[in-house]
C-alpha cells in the first residue's frame, strides 16, 4: 500500500521536527516544499510518501498510525 501526507505548519523548529520525525519513520518527502504567509507567519508545507508492503489500502486509515 501507498500512502500520502501533506503537513503544513509555521515554518519553524517544530514544522521541521514533525518532518524530521516522519522520516526518522520510514516516510520520505515527495516533491519540493512549499512555503506561504498568512499576513503574520510563513506557513510551510511538505507532501510525504511511504510504502508499506502487505497491507491493503481501506477507507479510514489512520496515517500518524504508520
Known sequence: MKL???V???DDE?????V???L????QLHGSPTITFNGKT???GQAL???VPD???HDGINLRSY
Open 4 to 6: 500520502y501526507r501533506f
Open 8 to 10: 503544513t505548519g509555521p
Open 14 to 18: 517544530v514544522f521541521c521536527m514533525r
Open 20 to 22: 524530521s520525525k516522519s
Open 24 to 27: 526518522n519513520d520510514g516516510w
Open 42 to 44: 510563513p506557513i510551510a
Open 49 to 51: 510518501v511511504k510504502d
Open 55 to 57: 497491507e491493503e489500502f
